[in-house]
């Protein structure tokens, strides 16, 4: 089934241990279309960008069956730029510059065409933007699902609650979802903003993996160990793309089914890191994220016996 | 079938945020020992305390079945005591007092009747001390397990590097685990320890669970997530211990079981962590470790489809 993803289409300029990149592609929209794609749904993209978006970064995402029809190009402006250096440790990184540009005003448009999706996610924007959104749906979606991170909690609290009670799903990080509910143990957390209105909470803890959570279950889906992170960029979009990826094409939005959401997004982030920005998203085969998940079922697999 | 344990027997005060304790029963020695009773082991401990050790807490490890012939009491001097109090995140602590006192001087006598056992953990001691058992043993135990800490790599790397050598099973913290090795990747730093002579190695992560390597596998334990960890002081010696206590019951050292053993190891440091020192770990019963093994075995379980 179709997936609406509403998020940035930007470029990054990013510089880790391994090397330095020019402006490349990034953005949580582009990193959860690529990831969804994967899953077999079908994407359509709510976005904004400007006069210098190349168009064969277009083409890019046309190729992997996303629809581009709500990506509106503001001719006369500059598409979001943000660039970052990761330290040795790849677990922390420094932003050097933010451009809103074109995202700064963004005003988002869904086409009519999109408004009775059933499936929604909202990366990680303002939740003023997200909201609205939500609010040209003519029908309530089956499942809408949100990221966020910690600067939305820092300058606009109030308006975030707003958005999470509007919501099915909600995935942070385990900072920021101490930061959200003011809870250091991380189940805690979760029970905190089950009560602001999700009825499933993912806290993402990045190389640890990710939690899931409903009212009375909890998964833990672990991170494949990996020798090498080459550049974390996007891995979170990738998780979350991902995840309702395999949702909205299953259909099944059961917790059962979630668990292996989880696992899939979980597989898709961890090919992510693997190269700079989308370079390792952009021709993947079923066989080798199929190869990959099996990689997650052997992690854990275990045949438990009393001795 | 019987395990030979080898650590420290000591007090231990300690302060949490949720209260502190005068001098309690501690020490890796005591830990394993518990931990390793309940997987139906045999413990036999080699260890050293002073004249200030209460009866009682010799009454509470033999009601254990442990056998604590190879205690020795030095009566003139005190036992080993440390203190400490851990910040309000439960993920670092300050030491306040550490008192060597018998253990200062710890020439480990292993008695003859356990010089044949099969099985031999050697908790978090001085290497030198911890290759003096080895060299005691009449037969090379079927596996030797040895648990070991920053402090040893900072002061004695190279009788650190000659105990290492001898082992079969090396458990450290995922921070020690980069230290020992020089590599920032627990891959890595695994396959960098694994040269150094363990065949298996196992990197413990704390909240996040712990990692299991040999040559070609690894398998990803998670921690389970609690409400409230109430005092962290021994759970990484009662993992090692429900570890190695698992595999001295089954008798089965295979990488299938060494997973169901980390499991075990598991389950009883999820319970040690709930109160203070070792008052969990010393009425558990078989039904609530199994129904906590069996909360491991739902956290981790999905049944993935491709859609």
Same mark, same amino acid.
């Given at each position: 089934?179709?997936?609406?993803?509403? /998020?940035?289409?930007?470029?990054?300029?990013?510089?880790?241990?391994?090397?330095?990149?020019?402006?490349?592609?990034?953005?949580?929209?582009?990193?959860?279309?690529?990831?969804?794609?994967?899953?077999?749904?079908?994407?359509?993209?709510?976005?904004?960008?400007?006069?210098?978006?190349?168009?064969?970064?277009?083409?890019?995402?046309?190729?992997?069956?996303?629809?581009?029809?709500?990506?509106?190009?503001?001719?006369?402006?500059?598409?979001?730029?943000?660039?970052?250096?990761?330290?040795?440790?790849?677990?922390?990184?420094?932003?050097?510059?933010?451009?809103?540009?074109?995202?700064?005003?963004?005003?988002?448009?869904?086409?009519?065409?999109?408004?009775?999706?059933?499936?929604?996610?909202?990366?990680?924007?303002?939740?003023?933007?997200?909201?609205?959104?939500?609010?040209?749906?003519?029908?309530?979606?089956?499942?809408?699902?949100?990221?966020?991170?910690?600067?939305?909690?820092?300058?606009?609290?109030?308006?975030?609650?707003?958005?999470?009670?509007?919501? =099915?799903?909600?995935?942070?990080?385990?900072?920021?979802?101490?930061?959200?509910?003011?809870?250091?143990?991380?189940?805690?957390?979760?029970?905190?903003?089950?009560?602001?209105?999700?009825?499933?909470?993912?806290?993402?803890?990045?190389?640890?993996?990710?939690?899931?959570?409903?009212?009375?279950?909890?998964?833990?889906?672990?991170?494949?160990?990996?020798?090498?992170?080459? =550049?974390?960029?996007?891995?979170? =979009?990738?998780?979350?793309? /991902?995840?309702?990826?395999?949702?909205?094409?299953?259909?099944?939005?059961?917790?059962?089914?979630?668990?292996?959401?989880?696992?899939?997004?979980?597989?898709?982030?961890?090919?992510?890191?693997?190269?700079?920005?989308?370079?390792?998203?952009?021709?993947?085969?079923?066989?080798?994220?199929? =190869?990959?998940?099996?990689?997650?079922?052997?992690?854990?697999?275990?045949?438990?016996?009393?001795?």
């Amino acid at each position: 089934m179709k997936l609406l993803v509403v /998020g940035s289409v930007a470029y990054d300029a990013i510089e880790t241990p391994f090397g330095k990149t020019d402006k490349i592609l990034g953005g949580a929209g582009t990193y959860i279309s690529l990831a969804a794609s994967y899953a077999g749904a079908q994407p359509q993209v709510v976005s904004v960008v400007g006069g210098d978006f190349e168009k064969e970064n277009i083409t890019l995402l046309e190729n992997h069956n996303i629809d581009v029809k709500g990506i509106q190009i503001k001719k006369e402006e500059k598409t979001f730029f943000w660039s970052g250096k990761y330290h040795n440790d790849m677990n922390s990184r420094d932003t050097l510059v933010t451009e809103l540009n074109s995202l700064g005003t963004f005003n988002p448009i869904v086409p009519d065409a999109y408004k009775n999706t059933e499936y929604l996610i909202l990366g990680n924007l303002s939740p003023v933007v997200q909201r609205q959104v939500i609010e040209q749906m003519t029908t309530r979606p089956r499942l809408i699902i949100m990221d966020t991170m910690n600067f939305w909690m820092d300058i606009m609290l109030d308006e975030l609650k707003n958005t999470i009670a509007m919501v =099915d799903v909600i995935s942070v990080n385990d900072e920021e979802a101490r930061q959200l509910s003011g809870e250091y143990s991380l189940i805690k957390a979760a029970k905190a903003i089950r009560k602001m209105g999700p009825n499933i909470v993912i806290i993402k803890k990045g190389e640890h993996g990710a939690l899931l959570f409903d009212e009375t279950q909890v998964f833990y889906a672990p991170a494949l160990p990996l020798e090498e992170v080459f =550049d974390p960029t996007g891995a979170g =979009d990738t998780f979350a793309g /991902g995840f309702a990826g395999y949702l909205a094409k299953s259909g099944d939005i059961s917790f059962a089914n979630m668990k292996n959401a989880v696992i899939f997004g979980s597989a898709l982030a961890s090919f992510c890191v693997e190269k700079f920005g989308t370079e390792r998203l952009q021709n993947l085969t079923k066989e080798e994220i199929y =190869d990959r998940v099996l990689r997650f079922v052997d992690l854990v697999n275990f045949d438990y016996k009393v001795h």
